[in-house]
């Protein structure tokens, strides 16, 4: 009798485990929901709200060995004028090591583009969107990209806003106003939304792209740890319904969802990145499409290379 009563006490005590963790993901899902859709009503009006039909099909092929190419672009076209790309970045992701590196292209450095010859590699974009800035990095570099996200100057505010609500301190050299619609002072500030946009795209001083590359590096790689924070990860829903509007990509949530665990697993890691051309390895020139770049592509293909790939994927292409 007392066996009987202990089982039937274990098998309620399971029950009621299993039903305080059904109501608990139940929970959890209609929050993420609701912050879903929060985000999204605050974002309504971003350029792009009808995902996936931006722009053409994206033929990237599926990754390897756990290996994550994405190419980030930053655009701030309006309408049906697409523009050129003003940023142009490589996110780096190792799902198994956690690592992760960000390589940004400098926009007039000068490549064959596809079906339209010797062009400043930002000129792409504007050509045929991310999939012939995918075929053009392919053709010059021999880097395959898997994923894209172009991400509108509205949005990189709004979620930068939600990410970092107490914004993020960064130390200016001297004053910024030419171009960005502001004036930021010299000094250590904290910079919101709006003003961290004028930081990074300011680039009318002595080192011009070069310096607002440097300070594109800068943030995205202070972005990435507050990313890993309690607190982004709890806003993570809303982000997703605050970007969804403002970024036009082929990256799953379940892929992101997947990245930003890997980001929180390996959050003490510092994010390396590199800067194309590399130093050494280019001569400024003028060319019919104005000032540009002219690169030893053997130097910067081999660099940029061996930058985005692991020891763990040379070690398993070789097993």
Do not use: C
Not at 88 to 95: K, N, S, T, V
Not at 110 to 129: C, E, L, R, S, T
Not at 241 to 263: C, E, F
């Amino acid at each position: 009798m007392r066996a009987r009563k202990r089982k039937t006490s274990k098998l309620k005590w399971i029950r009621n485990i299993f039903i305080m963790v059904f109501v608990l993901v139940l929970a959890v899902g209609v929050y993420s929901i609701w912050q879903y859709y929060k985000g999204i009503s605050e974002a309504k009006d971003g350029p792009y709200k009808d995902d996936g039909t931006t722009f053409d099909p994206f033929n990237g092929p599926e990754p390897q060995y756990g290996e994550i190419n994405i190419l980030i672009v930053g655009s701030d076209s309006r309408g049906e004028d697409r523009g050129n790309s003003d940023t142009l970045m490589i996110a780096h992701y190792d799902q198994n090591s956690h690592d992760i590196k960000l390589a940004s292209i400098m926009r007039d450095t000068y490549v064959d583009i596809p079906d339209h010859g010797m062009q400043k590699i930002n000129a792409a974009f504007a050509f045929g969107g991310p999939e012939l800035l995918r075929q053009t990095i392919k053709h010059n570099f021999d880097i395959d990209i898997h994923y894209y996200a172009v991400v509108g100057f509205d949005g990189f505010s709004k979620i930068v806003d939600v990410l970092v609500p107490n914004g993020i301190e960064v130390d200016i050299p001297y004053e910024m106003s030419y171009g960005i619609g502001m004036t930021l002072e010299p000094g250590t500030h904290i910079l919101h939304g709006d003003e961290l946009l004028g930081y990074v795209r300011f680039r009318h001083d002595r080192l011009s792209d070069f310096g607002r590359v440097d300070r594109q590096q800068e943030v995205m790689s202070k972005l990435k740890d507050e990313a890993v924070s309690i607190h982004s990860l709890v806003n993570l829903p809303k982000m997703l319904g605050l970007a969804d509007p403002y970024i036009d990509t082929n990256v799953d949530n379940n892929t992101i969802l997947s990245i930003g665990k890997g980001l929180i697993a390996g959050k003490s890691k510092q994010m390396e990145t590199i800067r194309i051309p590399v130093q050494d390895s280019y001569v400024n020139e003028q060319a019919d499409v104005g000032a540009v770049l002219s690169i030893d592509f053997d130097k910067n293909k081999q660099a940029l290379k061996e930058f985005l790939t692991s020891s763990n994927n040379d070690k398993v292409a070789a097993e």
